[in-house]
């Protein structure tokens, strides 16, 4: 059955309707607290069609931080300046470790396993602030146009992520003793804590990620973002290497390309098919949304849209 | 396009025409004599649609020792036995490490990260022997059956792997010492050891894995082997976590679920679709046949048959 | 003050009257039945000057399973028969990781960090079966020289330690998997268990160390057993890597070349002073008996023999 | 023999002699300018008896970077200040790993193995900064208290190692991360920097490590600097603790407690006699002095004043 003879407002509701009775379910991040006074009760989902259509249920609207979902959006960028050249520095497979253990990079001399773990997603600022004047503001244009709006980094979320990241000013140190960061720390850093704070809703990361399940061309403006192959290469290391420590468990129970981030939010891609987006505060012990999982299962559950 | 409509045995002969001058690339596993003394240069690649049309070009026929390739056969019958029960023991996530390697094993108190690794193929096959009273019998039945013929133990092979396994007997050992095989540790290796040396050629593992396409059913009896959703889950192992320390390479580069073997074998589903085999002997620095990598690069590029 | 004008039997027996009240802390080792079934209540503790004077308090002679204590006279031997050269495949550096770890030993393909964790033992017990017709009785004999009395091995504690021994079966496999066992597994770990069984008392013990404080000659018979700078180091070996994870805490509170087994012995020297050992079968949580080590902390403050 | 009938003078200049053939072994610190320039023929050594007597050979007056050497230093003030709390958050266990090393620090949740590795006495650092108005100052006079003359920092040496020791920010950002230093991370790691920065001789050094082989007291002054069982305390870590990866190797071929430092010193005591200083910037591949640890071997050899 093709995606336009399913009724998906329909699913999209059911979906809502089926995960009510647990909304608050997990634990909501504490670390910083414009993370932490978020109620875990939310819960949006919205997904758009490659031909188009969009359709939304819960709170799609409303924005929240997207933390590391917006590795996503630094690495298209990157791979769409560097290209190929960017894997000179990174490597492309899952770790095996906590998404900001420093371990494996001792072990393998700075270099990170891939661009969606902490340290990979530094790297990949690090030669954003080597290939662009304002980096910051490139990343910010960059998810805007994707958006067909604009978007905004939220500065408070971004001052707290500088005041308490620690371990991330450990990793971006760690991966300087082994010169493997073309710049110094502060600025990288600076691009690093930015990206995470956007803020954005179900609806809007819905479409940002439109592009990966089209061919690499922008829906809203019939552009190029990266290639054809470079999309389908992202699907690959997001479903390998997207989802923390879960990425097998992703791939077994779901079987979608999805990136998740501790606000809370997780983005999928149904190849060729449909970009959806998901958010539910409340994380598992794995620190990917409990809920949104859940509906992540229940769509191909209720759809058969695996790549399996 | 459709499968039906691809010129299938084009696309197999011009993948032996582009990869003939490069024969004899890599590297022949040397650990055991029987290995050790097969050229090569050999090349055969053979595929199977879900409706049972059959292609074959190089030596599709000729037999070859499958080794790891055989987990996924004894990883499907011990989910077709203990079903759901069969994870209490077992992590779905890849492991980050060599395939054989005892140090996550330690660090997890002897629970291996997946079935694919070899801490997770002697953990199947413990379960194997639990719940068989014929353990080797019964998985050597279970192939042929698959097959539609009938398959066999390499002897000289199994007995080879016996005497030279140090490696695969320290695990053994070291998850026993963690309480985590139910049986002893000799009747373990013994099937373990035996299903590494099964031989099949290009031909009958396509037939083999045909299941993995086709929601669980063996094409050539319509019996369910697993089911719909036991299928699809292999088929999302088979892409996080079973070409050893490269399964974000394939991802990336080639995009379908395979699993391969130091015999220089992989195997590949295209789910819903086809399922294929490609076997040279030589192997690159990752332990994965290297021209057996490229022809699946090739064949997917041809194609246009990925997952993403 | 020199040892010969101390009152060391009032040491000794003050000692016991300290510690009294704190019989039975600590727990059994309890993974074979024969060290299960001791009662932590138990204490002995028995000192031998360098000048031959003895003094024994508590059950100073009742013989004990002295497990890893063993390992100070199979390396002595193994150094006196392969000298310098037993060093090629072993190192001398603490390990900082748990005495049965495999983890450090992958990393460093196969070479045990020292001669007293269990690999390195195992290494030595693969050095002594090259070295020996009978290495079993070579061992026994050689202890038996040390203490001048005729020592035995416990037979239902070797076939104990061998029926459940996983984890060393896995350590030597794994070590024989990197090339660094020139024998094969059987004979070594039939050695390694039957040393681990040997059964001595306090008294025993403090006579068979005698030749650590006394320039290499054996006490009993004047003879050389060891160079006088091959003792120096064995006391060194003891010092930094004599008693598990807690090596250091040993140097920090005691200050002695100690040795300690799981059957709660611990043997010590005061160089060119004395030997002593004490034994009480409740351990701490570092394997390491607790009772033994309060007496030794206890004897030092006593009496002011330390090394630093 | 006592040391008072020994002629220590003629051993030094014997040690001399010796080494002189082999002046400019090792290689040369290189990761800040201002050790880089330093020649690798430089070699001085001195040593000063708990009663008083000094003796010089070589550069003995010559100051240099003393690095590492420091690290005693600091835990002796901390030890003074702090008492046995200071042990609360951290450990006195050998760490089996190189001395910049993250990895036991993750597995371990920031609580630092000892204080001689770089994490242990950025810890140590960081309960200075808590307890001293003025850390910087009240190190440098602790110091110069215990020389008997005023030592100073060279800020060249300090502003260096703050622009490059990526790896050092990275350890205490580490720590951090964890809850284990009470100061913000920039005043830890000004104090850890100046310390390295301490520019002595070995005469310099051979006094104010005078207290450890003197019960603790200060030889110039007569007051306690710390305990008598601090001083052995900080004597057992240094032989267990000391020397990088070769602790084990010091302990086996010298037998005394040390302690070293990248500039190419090694400080030494004799408990009860002497404390010694040897010079020379040529590095071995563990990271300590070549011709020192050759000269302390010697030293050893020609006095026979080992604790084994």
Not at 87 to 93: P, S, T, V
Not at 188 to 208: K, P, R, T
Not at 230 to 238: D, E, F, H, T, Y
Request: hydrophobic letters at 45%; charged letters at 20%; aromatic letters at 8%.
């Amino acid at each position: 059955m093709g995606v336009s003879d399913m009724n998906l407002q329909g699913v999209l509701d059911d979906i809502v309707a089926e995960l009510s009775p647990r909304l608050g379910e997990g634990r909501v991040a504490t670390y910083i607290p414009a993370l932490a006074r978020v109620e875990a009760t939310h819960f949006g989902i919205a997904l758009r069609t490659r031909e188009g259509a969009e359709f939304r249920a819960g709170e799609a609207g409303r924005a929240f931080s997207i933390q590391s979902v917006s590795k996503v959006f630094s690495l298209a960028l990157a791979m769409r300046i560097h290209g190929q050249d960017l894997w000179a520095g990174i490597g492309r497979e899952p770790s095996g470790n906590p998404f900001n253990s420093l371990v494996q990079l001792e072990t393998e001399q700075g270099v990170p396993r891939n661009p969606f773990i902490n340290a990979g997603a530094i790297f990949v600022a690090d030669r954003l602030v080597s290939s662009c004047a304002h980096p910051r503001e490139a990343l910010r244009e960059f998810v805007s146009t994707l958006c067909g709006e604009e978007i905004h980094f939220d500065e408070e979320v971004a001052a707290s992520e500088a005041a308490t990241g620690f371990r991330n000013i450990a990793l971006a140190n760690f991966m300087k003793s082994f010169g493997r960061l073309e710049n110094p720390v502060e600025p990288v850093l600076d691009l690093y804590f930015h990206q995470c704070s956007l803020a954005m809703s179900c609806a809007q990361l819905a479409h940002g990620m439109g592009f990966l399940c089209a061919d690499g061309v922008n829906p809203h403006d019939g552009r190029q973002v990266v290639s054809h192959r470079q999309a389908r290469r992202i699907n690959a290391l997001m479903l390998t290497c997207g989802t923390y420590d879960a990425a097998g468990e992703f791939a077994f129970r779901i079987g979608l390309p999805c990136k998740s981030g501790v606000g809370g939010g997780i983005v999928a891609t149904v190849p060729d098919r449909l970009s959806l987006c998901v958010w539910s505060p409340g994380l598992d012990e794995t620190g990917n949304s409990a809920l949104g999982m859940a509906a992540l299962e229940s769509f191909v559950s209720r759809t058969g849209l695996s790549v399996f």
